[in-house]
């Protein structure tokens, strides 16, 4: 898979600047797309017009932030866009009426989790994107020069989500030379399915799983792994989920914790 087009999500937030920053080590050769939401008051009071002109300049400030980064590092494929409504609707229709490869967001505007682990428009954006999100976590950090170790994180998947993982993987690991830790959930034809592909595949891995198959020690086993890895990687849904059409856009338990509480960065396919 090629990453040639990455919209990044940009709200006034260091997170976001990190997230950038970290976006470039993978893929320095893409187009940005900065995409940025100035929310509209429905009201007719007379402060609308003030808070739409301080929406949009907040907005503006955002994108001005992210651009600099991106001229530091002499990226010149720059597209700015700025929008008005809500922010998870707005940045998901470009995304889709847009050649996007990757959205980038941010689950939180600090380094400090959410109450609801992530905030409500990065949930949004998980849940309806129909493209891979990485989402750059309130614990993650950017390594200063190279991803040497990823994540798997299979959670029950389709055999078309195994795919979709796998050639995010292997685009990074192959690229970085990066070693994969695969963390295989479900019956044993997972990890059997997974190994060999990573063996086709000629990465360097290892296959893991559950100490014991209860979702709070998964969920333990799977936070402490983020740690001590670049990166994670890891499907939306469950297959059984996939099948069932009012769990559309259902994102696993599982990811929702990573998302907001990871120690690395994750992306979500």
């Known amino acids: 898979m090629r990453f040639k087009n990455i919209l990044i999500g940009v709200v006034k937030s260091e997170r976001i600047v990190e997230a950038t920053k970290y976006t470039l080590l993978l893929f320095p050769n893409a187009v940005y797309h900065i995409v940025a939401v100035a929310p509209k008051l429905r009201s007719r009071v007379k402060l609308t017009s003030l808070y739409d002109k301080t929406m949009k300049r907040i907005a503006e400030d955002a994108i001005a932030m992210v651009e600099i980064i991106l001229l530091q590092e002499k990226v ?21 009426n847009n050649p996007i490869d990757l959205l980038v967001i941010s689950s939180a505007v600090s380094a400090t989790p959410p109450p609801g682990i992530i905030g409500s428009t990065a949930k949004k954006i998980i849940s309806k994107s129909s493209k891979p999100v990485l989402v750059y976590t309130p614990l993650s950090t950017t390594p200063s020069d190279s991803i040497r170790n990823i994540l798997l994180v299979a959670n029950k998947p389709s055999e078309r989500e195994i795919t979709k993982m796998l050639d995010v993987v292997s685009t990074i690991a192959k690229e970085f030379n990066a070693y994969v830790f695969a963390y295989t959930i479900g019956n044993k034809d997972i990890a059997s399915v997974i190994k060999k592909r990573l063996e086709d595949l000629r990465l360097n891995h290892k296959i893991m799983e559950p100490t ?3 979702k ?10 983020t740690r001590n890895v ?4 890891i499907n939306k849904t469950k297959a059984l989920e996939e099948k069932i059409p009012i769990l559309k856009y259902h994102v696993s338990s599982l990811c929702k914790s990573l998302a907001g509480l990871s120690g690395s ?5």
Request: cysteine-free; proline content about 5%; hydrophobic content about 50%.
């Open 230 to 233: 670049d990166l994670v990687i």
């Open 76 to 96: 010149l494929a720059i597209r700015k866009v700025l929008l008005e409504g809500d922010p998870a609707k707005k940045i998901l229709e470009y995304a889709e």
């Open 212 to 214: 014991k198959e209860n």
């Open 216 to 225: 709070e020690n998964i969920e333990a086993e799977v936070l402490e792994l």
């Open 265 to 269: 960065p994750v992306i979500i396919v």
